[in-house]
């Protein structure tokens, strides 16, 4: 009963399988092997992007950080949700890669940027000129870091402000494809079509062992990114063994598979805990993480129990602090059976 | 025949063994899993260093320049040698991970540096006080970038004269292990009883997938490090692959006869060469790489048959510029063949 | 009738005259300037700290950007008042001169930080370890940027709590002397019997051409300090004219006089607006600044016999959004005049 | 005797009695001042440049760094003399401004770069892609720290080099007007006409107190630059101050006449130092500044009666190491006197 990271999931057979594959004879080195041009191409017909700048980097901070250097200068600010991961989760990595820029910190119901409060505090930036940081990008998180989903249409808005503002966009995509098959949308319509320029591509919270691939839609900033990447340590000379997991990823749907069984073990575990009167979820469960608060008498049978999961910060909102209801995040990933919500739900139904 | 270069070679049958192994259920992310506990013990044994912090990231440059950034300030200068990996082949890595600090570079013959050179401009940097860059730190490389090794006397003598300036010193060792068991000594003797503080233990052009350890002698660097290496996006979520491999690395001595191979492979092309009238050897052949002039028809026959290697710059260095020699560089790897030897000596031979 | 800011302000004549009588002859450069000695044995003796170190930068922003620089690492977080100078005014230069440290945004009435909540930002900042950005710096602004005075008391315990914290302070003191003479305090007092470490002592605003001081009480960061000067632009070859102006304004009280000028003005023009009904004070007049609601028609007359200031930011807090109430910020210097203050006066009375 | 530094120097006296008449009354801050609209109208009718952007600065290492951070990425290197200002005296300024650039260190007499190294080194850099740093700016020094002059045509060829390979150019003018008034030439020839970009045109050295003018022909960098001005603490409030002193300076020829005074005066000492046989020129005098063997004797005589001048690094190149023979730089000022001149001739004789 291990639900306290997807990252802590192992990667799917059919990843390992393609690395022994990969693991034959000599390859090019640093991105030139032969199995990254079948990515590049897979991903740009995923996209429908043929001219997409396609780079694999290993690690999601790092897709988010060169992501946003390549959109931000070191003068400018970068507008995020105030519960973003480049805000919370990555020791000041952007401030690092774009060379000392701000994140500025917006609001909103269920990590989702209000839209109006990122018009008014993107139109208020800058104004009083060489004083002020100016303008740089906008960043949003689909799946956002409390589990809920953007709509096209939200993402839609956003990115149409940013156009008219002339800053660029960054979509945070460490769960891009739980995201996207709770969407039922198609990856253009979810990115570029909505006005995405720049796609940190999740693999490694979804089966893999560590790949994220960046796709940007402009080319013109194909060559800084990889200046960037190799600079900031992130190009591989083994590279063919990036190239091979997202190479299987992106096989006969393996992605979208792993995706979907996540979301429906989260599924299965909220419907689970709604039979219950011990939990009342914090926020929508739309895609593979559960926040909620929980009794702390199911909190001690559920640890009693052996189930792994982290207490998430703050307490209930509705009731105020309180010592008999805890708060707790929850997340399934491709690997979670159903025999271990099963038991979960035993141990904290009592 | 495949000569470009050691990290074109696969990984180790053990190391996808290990991985395949590392791949079942749950483990706990970001460095804190139980492979990883094994692998900073078994470190801290080989290097006769109980105190040694470990860790372990995916290149050489990330391993080079995060070692470099918790030694040196960014107005600070690193001393190195002209034809270093950190001052030719990671794109300004050193400058982005120091904040700007300068690279001092060296001269001296076959790539290690001039002791007396060293002495001179190190004592020599900073004497006008504020309006100078300050002195940093020295790294050395073992194996060089021309294939020679440094002696541990070499090292101590080096190191000796920065302890003496005051400043920290590190170890490139993307090829450690080939210097290792060219030299003959343990890794204490090559390592901090020489005088060296932090090294870059490579592992990846030696038959893993992509990890280097970083060992930091003095644990007080030990938080920074680790601060730095999450700003710079390199730790690693399931970082249990990253353990598994190194863990697999250092069992039953796979590392020395891994490296021992390539060597041997190494010393078997150069005998066969030396055999013919058509190669020179520019640098003494010490561990796995040859640098060689070599006859145009030597070289167009070695094509013709389907020879990989690279040109290597400048010309042949006793001769002059010239139609008829070309230099090139010749790497062995753990996996290159004795066949793949013998056939690239019969076509050059004619 | 000029109030939109002190720095439009004309420099003191003793200062002048002072700049006159250092022009002769030759000086040595880069700070070893003769006044600098006595300036710096002034400082010591005015703050009652005989190991302080004392260096004089041209701008506030400097000031302020190279005193976190050294009390910041590039992975750490300022706390600061959201109505900063640091914040909002200076482009992102403390991000710039710390390597890319953030800003922690705090609240508080008046611009002045609300203890409890730095208190319990403070304590929540690092606490997931590596992923998160690290406790760095305090830095609170007396005056703050809308006019109030932080009492010794209030400083006191900000300071305390970051000590508790292990973190260093910063006193970013652009009108320093403003509030030094509000108080009615030592500078020791409202300093490192405070738990100040490093201050910004404003020169500029306050009758100078263009000198602040940095004070930095610990001598062990005074190296970095002159090196980080240094290395930004900021030492002056010519440094004479900074020390002849820095020497002038603590010669028979200079600054204390043209403080008391400055906030004399300001409550002279208070309590001519508090006599008309068209004007509101926003926050307390505690300094030289005045931020006010004030009606249109008294707007409309001002301007248009001439008078010349800042409008601020939002509307009025108490009435909400209006056209009739517009809020402006009033700001005197030294060498505002009773006749300026009056003229403006009989404006806006109509 | 003062022979150290041009930098030594008092002001001329028009420009205090410009500062005088500049403080009089309030002005807009931050560059909005009505004195700096005539500076960049003047200077641009010099350099017979009507779109070019001109900002002013307080020091030499400022105007360069900020310079060189409009021309160069933080992936790229600078192309400068080994004994260039930039390299040697700003304590890493380029590097913290440019976000981590190198800077290419190229040979050339008389502290003069060597056209066909930088063509080979610029050609040769940036060869392997993404693992190398890539080509940046050139960077020229006029007066060279050598104290020779480059010529229209030397500067021609360097700049027609970094255009042909698409490099920006930056011309540090640090004693720009002494070296104009050598030449004989417009400023325009020295700079837009011979393929200059950007240049640091310096007051500083030349009877300011501490103002560079930096001028961009280009027009589009100029926002970028304004705002790396600000976030750098380079924009001062009260501005007027740095414009008076360049309007004062560009008033009746007064920069031509003070670099004519500060040239004739060094003409008249290396005219007297040629006369003795106890000194030897070791670079040609072209502008203010002298590098020059002397004699052991002649040093403690010289020194003895009180004569200030640095010695400088190395030892005589003709005749090798010696105790007998030592060197020194001697620069003259525009306020270098005959009796100056003539006491310290009188003393080197004997």
Redesign the interface.
């Known amino acids: 009963m291990?639900f306290?990271?997807d990252?802590?999931?192992?990667?799917a057979p059919e990843v390992?399988e393609a690395?022994?594959k990969a693991?034959?004879?000599?390859?090019?080195?640093?991105g030139n092997d032969e199995i990254m041009d079948r990515v590049t191409a897979r991903i740009r017909e995923i996209f429908e992007a043929p001219e997409a700048a396609v780079y694999l980097?290993?690690?999601?901070?790092?897709a988010n950080?060169?992501s946003l250097s390549v959109l931000t200068?070191?003068?400018q600010t970068v507008f995020c949700h105030r519960h973003s991961h480049i805000e919370?989760?990555?020791?000041?990595?952007p401030?690092?890669?774009?060379?000392?820029?701000?994140?500025t910190?917006l609001e909103g119901a269920d990590a989702k940027i209000d839209a109006d409060q990122f018009r008014n505090r993107a139109e208020?930036t800058g104004v009083?000129g060489?004083?002020?940081?100016?303008r740089g990008a906008l960043s949003i998180t689909n799946v956002t870091e409390m589990g809920t989903v953007y709509t096209v249409d939200e993402i839609s808005r956003l990115c149409s402000t940013a156009k008219e503002l002339g800053i660029g966009t960054h979509l945070d995509g460490a769960r891009f494809t739980n995201a996207l098959v709770a969407l039922g949308c198609t990856p253009a319509e979810m990115t570029w079509k909505a006005g995405i320029d720049v796609v940190s591509f999740g693999g490694?919270?979804n089966g893999l062992?560590?790949v994220e691939a960046v796709i940007i839609f402009d080319p013109a900033k194909a060559w800084?990114f990889?200046?960037?990447?190799?600079?900031?340590?992130?190009?591989?000379?083994?590279h063919r063994?990036l190239s091979a997991q997202m190479e299987a990823y992106l096989t006969d749907d393996l992605w979208l598979k792993l995706a979907r069984q996540a979301n429906a073990a989260a599924a299965r575990l909220e419907a689970g805990l709604t039979r219950t009167n011990s939990f009342e979820m914090l926020h929508p469960r739309q895609a593979n993480m559960l926040f909620c608060g929980m009794t702390r008498a199911a909190h001690e049978r559920a640890q009693a129990g052996g189930a792994?999961y982290h207490p998430w910060?703050g307490n209930h909102p509705a009731t105020g602090p309180s010592d008999e209801i805890l708060t707790c995040r929850l997340v399934c990933s491709w690997s979670t059976t159903d025999a271990e919500i099963d038991e979960f739900l035993s141990l904290v139904q009592g």
Chains 1, 2, 3, 4 share one sequence.
């Open positions: 291990y306290a990271s990252n802590a999931a192992p990667a390992m690395l022994g693991n034959e004879g000599y390859a090019s080195s640093y980097v290993s690690t999601g901070t790092t950080a060169l200068q070191p003068w919370e989760d990555e020791c000041g990595a401030e690092f890669f774009t060379g000392g820029a701000k994140l910190l208020s009083l060489v004083h002020n940081i100016q490694t919270k062992m560590g800084e990889e200046l960037r990447r190799k600079r900031g340590g992130h190009l591989f000379s083994k063994y792994i910060p």
